[in-house]
DNA sequence: GTCTATATCAGGATAGAC
DNA sequence: GTCTATCCTGATATAGAC
């Protein structure tokens, strides 16, 4: 009895993973149906029993990745945490995501602008709005509160803020000498305090 | 008498800049030779008039913009400016070659780590060597200074300048709101000094 | 659910005329 | 230096047998 909800993934859900670590590696447009058929074992026309077309497949691969970051995301902002812990939590959520869905995250890190010329994919750019809000609010709260500097370009600080944690997806590597909880702290410590001397 | 050190661009540098235009837009990959030719207003068949093959073009234009771009790192490195001016010196530079070279910036972030895997294009990993060189020297020459903060993982710090300097790429658009000598000096006042309240 | 076989098409590249 | 014409390969996708 093959259950999404079960702890064994489905068919289905093995071959997204599989695809998803092929789009991350080598791009969605120099990943061919044949690489992703190999990698699972069997040939290209039997991936078209389980999905419509390559595309179906990196849109099932996003929007299930998407619906949970901004779900977290969506729990920090309703919390009662004060701003700066809020931030805080936000980097860390995104630095996990990086652990957790290192191909998801590359996805859409590389291949985003790419897609989001299609009309099929306007959806992302929803997704980046919603972001962009994310963050925003975030740092005016932040702001308001009296506790980040109030004499910075809020919209530049958010894309600093946006590029440096997603991009960090292009070197991290799980298991390798700092762990993700490191990284995020670290880069916290650079992003609230500088690395000039005090 | 056509001649590349005149003012106006021979026939191959204005056929590489259109190139570069669309390599930098839709990818390398997504840009296919006819792209090229029709944006040219010539056919895709003349193209090879000018050059070996797609992959010739890119490669000569990274090259160009690359060789360009180390040679300023290195003059930075050889001027006696103290650390910390060397480092604002490298940011700010960085920041214009966006400005100046955005269509070139773009493709190296986007395709290099793609282009990287084929041996012709190895020199962009010995590129990627040096530019860590240059930002390690100066960040450790800061530190030893005594004006940088000792306590930060010197890799990670050197990652997180790296990226959110080159990321920056994706979203400035020349003629915008902020000029990139502003970009660049917000920026530095955040990496330097964090956007905490003093 | 997978395989065999194949239609269909797009893209890189070439040869030779003009 | 550009065009015409075309080759060749590789990629998506389909149809039907097993």
Redesign the interface.
Known sequence: MPDATEGSATRREELLAIAAGLFAE??F??TTVRDIADASGILSGSLYHHFDSKESMVDEILRTFQEELFGQYDAILASDAGPLDQLEQAVVVSFEAIDKHRDEVAIFQ?EA??LLTFERFGYLAERNEQSRDVWLTLLRN?IEA????DD??VE??Y??IR??VW??V??YRPGGR?THTE?AR??L??????????
Chains 1, 2 share one sequence.
């Open positions: 080598k791009g447009k120099n590389n602008a790419h932040g009296g506790v980040l500097r910075l370009d530049l600080t894309r600093f590029d440096t991009v960090a292009s070197w700092r990284i670290q880069y410590s650079i992003l609230l305090e500088g690395i000039h001397c005090a």
